[in-house]
């Protein structure tokens, strides 16, 4: 597995004054820095370094997002009060419910 597949992302952090390195396979880390660049590779490093010792101590290492397969399924339990809403939403554009919670999934 290669760390450089797993997500980054450097947001600006209000309360820190400072730009914020994260990692979605690992939400527990972060790294704070002056510059964005710095918040990239400072979390990537410590990413590294959480990889190596959970691989040093036998526990799982998760697998990069990017890595991963998708089957383009899954379920979602809402309340029978928003189920019949949607039915009768896609009924009167006459659409399946998957269609339409497709579309309102992607915007």
């Not at 790294?31 to 036998?58: K, S, Y």
Request: hydrophobic share 40%; proline share 7%; glycine share 8%.
């Amino acid at each position: 597995m290669d760390i450089t597949h797993y997500t980054y992302r450097v947001t600006w952090s209000p309360e820190d004054g400072q730009y914020v390195g994260l990692c979605a396979e690992l939400p527990s880390l972060s790294w704070l820095a002056d510059g964005p660049g710095a918040a990239l590779q400072g979390i990537m490093q410590v990413t590294a370094d959480c990889v190596q010792d959970l691989r040093a101590t036998g526990e799982p290492v998760p697998a990069p997002l990017a890595d991963r397969t998708y089957t383009g399924k899954f379920m979602v339990r809402v309340p029978p009060s928003i189920h019949r809403k949607l039915a009768l939403e896609a009924a009167e554009k006459g659409i399946s419910m998957n269609r339409l919670a497709s579309a309102k999934l992607a915007l």
